[in-house]
């Protein structure tokens, strides 16, 4: 692709971006900014949570790993719908009722203080480091489709992609990325979409010859049952799924 169009469709996308980022920032208080003033629509800050727990890493990663795993990585997702059940059945209204800025408030009056910085510390470490990682997965997948072409060197990229965050969230806070983060996971859906459509043109006639080329290719499997010393067992991806999800989104300050 041209790397003056691609320029142009991520020059239109963060234009879109900063514009909401100038409504949203409008107007912005300590509440806003930390809390949303607690009236965020709640289908927003759910298809925006779609985004922040998938990510571009697993667009990219989880369609390489199909070769290795197959299919079995579903068995891990209908672990997560479980584990989703019991963040919105019992942690959402602890949060809720204690009325938490930071969830990890709830550990200062349970366990004490110690154990109350530790929880913050591990978050913020954690939190540095993924982000560190998917920033770096973004700034390369960038330098090779667009930045490599305009000789422009990687640490630059990083600057220039960090830089374009800052400016949609300075200002308006969770009360911006909530509605950036909706667009996000709209743009990467549409993504996903547009590349099986793409995909599945090049190498079938037709839809159900689609079908029946993936139900018939060794990597659709999906389930594991006859082989407990797998890693691949539905008990151990269904229940890894779930405590994953409790641990990733449910005791994690950004997704809560």
């Not at 200062?108 to 913050?120: H, L, M």
């Not at 993504?191 to 290719?217: C, H, N, Q, W, Y």
Request: proline residues 2%; contains cysteine; positive net charge.
């Amino acid at each position: 692709m041209n790397p003056i169009l691609i320029a142009s469709i991520i020059a239109a996308y963060f234009l879109v971006l900063l514009i909401i980022s100038w409504f949203t920032g409008k107007k912005s208080d300590n509440a806003s900014f930390f809390l949303g003033n607690r009236r965020s629509p709640w289908y927003i800050v759910s298809i925006g949570m779609i985004g922040s727990s998938i990510s571009g890493v697993t667009f990219i990663s989880v369609p390489g790993w199909v070769e290795s795993q197959q299919f079995t990585y579903l068995q891990m997702v209908a672990g997560f719908v479980l584990g989703y059940i019991l963040i919105a059945n019992i942690l959402l209204p602890l949060y809720y009722r204690l009325n938490l800025t930071s969830i990890y408030s709830y550990l200062n009056d349970r366990f004490g203080r110690y154990s109350y910085k530790s929880g913050s510390i591990l978050f913020l470490v954690s939190r540095t480091i993924g982000s560190a990682a998917r920033m770096y997965l973004m700034a390369s997948v960038l330098q090779l489709a667009l930045f490599d072409a305009l000789n422009i060197p990687f640490y630059l990229t990083v600057i220039i992609c960090i830089s374009l965050i800052w400016l949609y969230t300075f200002r308006g806070g969770i009360r911006t990325i909530i509605w950036t983060d909706t667009l996000q996971t709209i743009m990467m859906l549409a993504a996903v979409i547009a590349t099986i459509v793409i995909i599945s043109r090049e190498l079938f006639p037709g839809f159900g010859a689609m079908v029946k080329g993936i139900a018939d290719s060794d990597m659709s499997r999906i389930f594991v049952w006859d082989d407990w010393g797998s890693s691949r067992h539905f008990v151990k991806q269904f229940f890894s799924g779930a405590f994953i999800t409790i641990v990733m989104t449910g005791l994690d300050q950004d997704m809560m």
